[in-house]
């Protein structure tokens, strides 16, 4: 492998009862290399979310129980004692949020915002920090940088925001860069630029991303490497092209069928029956069980483990192991 | 606020091209809305003067408002006493000049200093959560179960009527007000996408609660303290009509009131002169208050 920035293994959220515990996360592995791109994808409630903010400990614990390791360029983060986090978030890893709407102090001047994030972490003199702020706004894209800085987020749409959450997220060139469904309140076409200026700044600073999201169009266009969750479980482990060429796990197959077509317009949209479980319904084996097209008996006893079946590619599924054997 | 998000990418270039226009700053917008009502712009007008006659009271008073003389007792008001004289025969204008200085010093530092407390409390208590907000919450809660002016009295009478017993007194008495709205809006904030988004760029706690918790939970503060101002001239008048506040000879409107009452029948000006004033200030103090309230409640603004 080559250089390894990002190693998950094993991550488990929960929540509640020690004795009755509410896994939102379970048993979670996955790897980011430098310069990569990740995506994980999943319905609302699959634990994506959960396992990004448990990268920079933004769950809050207790009532959250964090176990396993999250090893970012060799150290166990979980290892960390809280107060030092703040020195590595916004330093190493940066975050880009979900609401850019309102992921921006509405009484901050965008300059201020974004130099906060620098001074921070590093010092330097106020201009040195203004020059810095400009060449972020320009990085990010921002028509008039210098014209901007004293303005304020009221004044900027949706797409100008989230280039300003990522100037925020870049102000220290973090080498990791998690982006938590960046594009899914913006409009099409302010997507596309924004995953583009994403794209662009990993090529700058050979930054890893993580991106959770559930739009796997997104997915497509800037990762290499796919994670499927489902009821905080990894399902499906691959990279972008076997993932789209050949999906192993039903549920990958269902979200994949589910995206609409540019050249098929008379059918109907592919929908996958059911929804994701609360996770306090879930019982022994798979979770997917209820909604699965291929599931079998042993899948309501047993938890398929996540094995490999071609070279980088893993899924957790009977059927598919069983298939794989004849 | 751009209507861009709903928008196609023509409409953004339009709404950036509009956000380099420069907006009315928040300072223009504010003093547009205040002084739009023409009560509000007197009100305005009748603070700014009561506090200019406060200031400068030496120079404004004719007499010695401590002067006493017995040869010029209860007298009508006449072009050398435009207010007449009390009981002792010590100018009432000159006393209602100099008395303006305490109630409205009153009326000021107590709110400011309450909001203070109040607001360190209470963020304090929002923030941290746990059991350091049900400590904090409970002591309000205790002091909040005695109307103020009981525990003005409570403690004036306890400490005596003092320059800054008084004021103690006051900012004890508001500061549980000022925590529980406080508490409450770190509460809300607290929630807020850019509070977590700034946890998660690695800013510190007390930088999160002075830059990005407490600018965002200063409109309810500042109502609230424009809104106690006026109780707080109240309060010290009353504490002194009671004998408990400023303490004679010192002149306050509340001993201006107290003096007159027992000398009703000989003068009246100092009652009629003591009560208008206090009526007039906090009259236009709330008027003030309502007016910013509406401007910073976004559920009034239009």
Redesign the interface.
């Known amino acids: 492998m080559s250089d390894r920035l990002l190693d998950i293994r094993d991550l488990s959220v929960e929540f509640g009862p020690v004795a009755r515990p509410l896994r939102v996360v379970d048993r979670v592995s996955f790897s980011i290399d430098a310069g990569k791109t990740l995506g994980i994808v999943g319905e609302s409630g699959s634990g994506k979310s959960m396992t990004a903010l448990s990268v920079?400990r933004?769950v809050p614990e207790p009532p959250a129980r964090i176990s396993g390791q999250i090893l970012f360029d060799g150290r166990d983060l979980l290892k960390v004692p809280r107060r030092n986090?703040?020195?590595?978030?916004?330093?190493d890893i940066?975050?880009i949020?979900?609401?850019p709407?309102?992921?921006?102090?509405?009484?901050?001047s965008i300059g201020d915002q974004i130099a906060?994030?620098i001074m921070?972490?590093e010092s330097m003199s106020a201009d040195r920090r203004r020059e810095r702020v400009l060449d972020l706004l320009r990085l990010v894209g921002l028509?008039?940088p210098e014209?901007?800085l004293g303005?304020y987020p009221?004044?900027?749409?949706?797409?100008?925001r989230q280039r300003v959450?990522a100037a925020?997220?870049m102000?220290c060139n973090p080498r990791l860069l998690i982006a938590d469904e960046p594009t899914t309140a913006l409009?099409v076409?302010?997507q596309a630029q924004v995953l583009e200026m994403m794209l662009d700044i990993r090529r700058r600073f050979n930054s890893a991303i993580l991106l959770i999201t559930h739009d796997l169009g997104v997915v497509a266009e800037v990762c290499e490497r796919v994670v499927v969750m489902y009821a905080g479980k990894v399902v499906e482990d691959a990279d972008v092209g076997s993932l789209f060429a050949n999906a192993l796990h039903p549920y990958t197959q269902g979200l994949l069928r589910s995206v609409p077509s540019l050249t098929d317009t008379r059918k109907r949209l592919y929908q996958i029956p059911g929804s994701v479980p609360p996770a306090r319904t879930i019982k022994a084996g798979c979770p997917f069980r209820p909604r699965c097209p291929a599931r079998m008996d042993r899948c309501a006893v047993e938890m398929p483990p996540l094995v490999p079946y071609a070279p980088g590619h893993r899924a957790a599924c009977w059927a598919v192991s069983k298939e794989m054997a004849e | 606020?751009?209507d861009?998000?709903t928008?196609?990418?023509s409409a953004?270039l339009v709404?950036?091209r509009e956000?380099?226009a420069p907006?009315p700053g928040f300072r223009e917008a504010f003093a547009q809305v205040i002084l739009e009502r023409p009560s509000t712009r007197i009100a305005f007008v009748v603070v700014v003067l009561f506090i200019l006659i406060a200031v400068f009271a030496p120079l404004l008073a004719p007499h010695d408002p401590l002067r006493q003389s017995i040869l010029q007792i209860n007298r009508q008001p006449s072009w050398d006493h435009w207010l007449g004289t009390d009981q002792f025969g010590r100018d009432v204008l000159s006393r209602l000049i100099h008395g303006s200085q305490n109630s409205l010093i009153f009326g000021l530092l107590s709110p400011v200093f309450a909001a203070f407390f109040g607001t360190l409390l209470g963020v304090t208590a929002g923030y941290m959560g746990g059991i350091v907000d049900r400590v904090i919450s409970r002591v309000i809660d205790m002091l909040m179960a005695f109307p103020e002016l009981l525990l003005a009295i409570l403690i004036a009478a306890a400490l005596g009527g003092s320059f800054w017993n008084i004021v103690v007194v006051l900012t004890v008495a508001f500061t549980p007000g000022f925590a529980r709205v406080a508490r409450a809006s770190t509460m809300a904030v607290k929630q807020?996408?850019?509070v977590?988004?700034?946890?998660?760029?690695?800013?510190?706690t007390p930088?999160i609660i002075f830059?990005?918790i407490v600018?965002?939970i200063a409109a309810p503060i500042v109502v609230l303290m424009a809104l106690w101002s006026a109780s707080s001239i109240r309060i010290e008048a009353t504490l002194s009509f009671l004998g408990i506040g400023t303490q004679p000879p010192n002149p306050s409107w509340g001993n201006i009131i107290r003096d007159g009452l027992s000398n009703m029948f000989a003068t009246q000006w100092p009652i009629a002169a003591g009560g208008l004033a206090i009526t007039i200030v906090v009259l236009a103090i709330s008027i003030i208050g309502d007016s910013v309230r509406d401007f910073l409640d976004p559920e009034t603004n239009q």
Not at chain 1, 101 to 106: D, E, I, K, Q, R
Not at chain 1, 154 to 160: H, K, L, P, T, V
């Open positions: 920079l933004l986090m703040p020195a590595i978030r916004g330093k940066g975050m949020f979900q609401e709407m309102a992921s921006l102090n509405p009484l901050m906060e994030a921070l972490h028509p008039d014209g901007r303005a009221d004044q900027f749409s949706g797409g100008m959450m925020i997220a102000a409009d076409t302010i | 606020m751009t861009a998000s928008a196609e990418a953004e709404a950036e956000a380099l907006e807020e996408p850019y977590e988004a700034a946890v998660a760029a690695g800013v510190s930088r830059r990005h600018p965002n």
